[in-house]
C-alpha cells in the first residue's frame, strides 16, 4: 500500500535551516508530482512547493519562495524539502502528500512538526 512517512522536524531557532524527508513506497515514485503542505497552529492547511514528475519543475508558494526547495531523489524514493531563514511563522506540521493542488492529493504522510522559536 502506499505510504508516505516523513522525517526530520524540530526546534530551530530563527534564521536556522531544517531538512524535512518524505520516505515514499508501495508506487512508483518517479511517476508521480509530489507536493509539501503545512498546517500552521490555528490555522488552515498551506500548499507549500510541488515538483513534477517528468521534467523536475518546482513551484513554490509566495510564503517560501527564495528560502525552501523541493529536490527529489527518485533513486531513493525520497522527497525533500531544505528549509532555510526559517520565521517563527514556519511554525507548523508539514506534511508530504502524493498530487497538487489542480489534482488534489490522494495520499499524505502522518506529518511532522516544524516549531521555529528562540
Known amino acids: 500500500q502506499v505510504q508516505l512517512v516523513e522525517s526530520g522536524g524540530g526546534l530551530v531557532q530563527p534564521g536556522g535551516s531544517l531538512r524535512l524527508s518524505c520516505a515514499a513506497s508501495?508506487?512508483?515514485?518517479?511517476?508521480?508530482?509530489m507536493s509539501w503542505i503545512r498546517q500552521a497552529p490555528g490555522k488552515g492547511l498551506e500548499w507549500v512547493s510541488g515538483i513534477n514528475s517528468g521534467d523536475g519543475s518546482t513551484y513554490y508558494a509566495d510564503s517560501v519562495k527564495g528560502r525552501f526547495t523541493i529536490p527529489r531523489d527518485n533513486a531513493k524514493n525520497t522527497l525533500y524539502l531544505p528549509m532555510n531563514s526559517l520565521e517563527p511563522e514556519d511554525t507548523a506540521v508539514y506534511y508530504c502528500a502524493r498530487g497538487s493542488p489542480g489534482e488534489g492529493f490522494g495520499y499524505w504522510g502522518q506529518g511532522t512538526q516544524v516549531t521555529v522559536s528562540s
Open positions: 508501495g508506487f512508483t515514485f518517479s511517476s508521480y508530482l
